[in-house]
């Protein structure tokens, strides 16, 4: 866990699927990029920004997504960027979706304003199998923050449109343009929603209210903007799925949930996950809670069921990671990853406990090293990767590879540290082994020709 981040490079697409979802990574990262000495509004606010590329419900009920999201929330920061994406399949809705997510704060102007940009684009859309189509999807909310006054505004530009085939002319797009869809439903574009201190504007929303896919409701493009009260302690964190890097093979988490800067409890989830010949996951629930007072309470947790990674390599009925902190302004927090656990965990086919000790490190023959219950702590948060895989011998992924499952990270302090982040440029393998390389060779003939873990490569 860190204060700052660097940003890695833009990496190829790869198709998967997850659960309902397939996705290749373009970026998945927070990075603060650095601003002025010049001082903030005089009643700075905290930003809460959130983008996702779609999401599909039936009846009420989330079916998919919200996909590929990103954001930024519970920071007074400037200068920071969160992006994020992918490609977003869901069988017999959405068909190979290329989606791109981005969200920055800044300062702007003579007063130097707060300003809050996000943005979702979308390359092109097929849906339902040709009832829809889109191509060319842009959307952006924006909000500043002038110190006495919040101003805010939607925009969706869309470079082509059809319905049952049919092009609908397209001039400027009005906010909350309904197009009938005949005999089925309906697509709005450019559907705002304004609130106080801020916006949220979708570029595309389909409901189905008749035939056989009524109930349906999809939403492509979702994008938020806006300010809220600075809360009596920053809790920032997020839990994620799945992060894989592995160069122009790199996966980004395919669910992820921050936790509520302004108080209560939100919850991400995916019926289940695919990442082929890699890991297959059932159901994957992403949870963030907020508590505020004095002190402020802050969860951060993920549960992953059903696990089986590199072939029955490590398997699992269910793995929780949990990061938890309570904190009272001008006093440090109280962390702690109660909660963390693994339910019928298995590696390489040995049976381990449901309280993994943390850091526990097992040498994967023919592959390389897994982590379980890897904790990273500092003065103000804690992150918990309930599995880390470094991959030292090459196969289905090179060497140097990274996979992490069931991610979950908190942070507590006064001042509105930089949110967490996922991470995707290429990971240091030496650099990770370092911390575990005698705990992994302790009991072998050569310790120093362990798994090619050299006294050179530390």
Do not use: W
């Not at 002038?146 to 001039?171: D, E, K, M, Q, R």
């Not at 009524?214 to 806006?226: E, F, K, M, N, W």
């Not at 988490?253 to 996951?281: D, E, F």
């Not at 990971?427 to 082994?433: C, G, P, R, Y």
């Amino acid at each position: 866990m860190r204060s700052s981040f660097r940003a890695g490079p833009r990496v190829g697409l790869r198709r998967l699927t997850a659960g309902v979802v397939s996705g290749g990574v373009l970026a998945a990262t927070l990075v603060g990029v650095g601003v002025g000495t010049a001082s903030a509004v005089p009643s700075p606010l905290a930003y809460e920004q959130y983008a996702y590329g779609a999401s599909a419900s039936v009846g009420g009920v989330v079916t998919a997504g919200p996909l590929f999201p990103t954001g930024i929330s519970c920071t007074i920061q400037p200068g920071l960027a969160a992006t994020a994406g992918g490609i977003v399949n869901i069988p017999g809705v959405i068909a190979a979706a290329p989606t791109f997510q981005s969200a920055t704060t800044a300062q702007s102007g003579p007063n130097n304003n707060q300003v809050a940009v996000t943005r979702s684009t979308v390359a092109s859309v097929n849906l339902l199998g040709g009832l829809v189509g889109l191509t060319g999807l842009g959307v952006t909310s924006t909000a500043v923050n002038t110190g006495t006054s919040v101003a805010s505004v939607g925009a969706v530009s869309l470079g082509a449109l059809t319905i049952l085939g049919i092009p609908i002319p397209l001039g400027t797009i009005g906010a909350n343009t309904t197009i009938a869809i005949p005999l089925l439903g309906s697509i709005t574009l450019n559907e705002q929603t304004v609130a106080a201190n801020g916006i949220r504007t979708i570029g595309a929303h389909i409901r189905i209210t008749a035939g056989v896919n009524a109930g349906l409701d999809v939403i492509i493009g979702l994008t938020q903007s806006r300010f809220l009260p600075k809360p009596p302690v920053f809790m920032t964190g997020v839990a994620y799925s799945n992060l894989i890097a592995a160069g122009p093979l790199s996966i980004s988490p395919l669910v992820a949930q921050s936790v509520p800067c302004n108080g209560g409890t939100a919850i991400s989830s995916l019926v289940g996950i695919n990442l082929p010949g890699i890991a297959t996951i059932g159901a994957t629930v992403a949870q963030g809670t907020a508590v505020l007072g004095n002190p402020t309470g802050g969860t951060s947790k993920i549960t992953l069921a059903s696990l089986n990674l590199l072939s029955g390599l490590i398997t699992a009925d269910a793995i929780t990671s949990q990061a938890n902190a309570i904190k009272s302004p001008g006093s440090p927090p109280v962390l702690s990853s109660t909660g963390t656990q693994f339910v019928n965990l298995r590696v390489a086919g040995v049976p381990l406990p449901v309280n993994v000790a943390p850091n526990t490190a097992v040498i994967l023959p023919g592959v390389g090293y897994v982590v379980l219950n890897r904790q990273i702590q500092t003065a103000t948060g804690l992150e918990v990767r309930a599995v880390e895989v470094v991959i030292q011998v090459g196969g289905i992924l090179p060497v140097g590879a990274v996979i992490r499952l069931g991610v979950a990270s908190i942070n507590a302090s006064d001042t509105g540290a930089s949110p967490l982040s996922a991470p995707i440029d290429p990971h240091d393998t030496n650099q990770l082994s370092g911390p575990f390389a005698a705990q992994l060779c302790a009991d072998v003939d050569d310790p120093a020709r362990c798994n090619n873990i050299t006294t050179s490569t530390l």
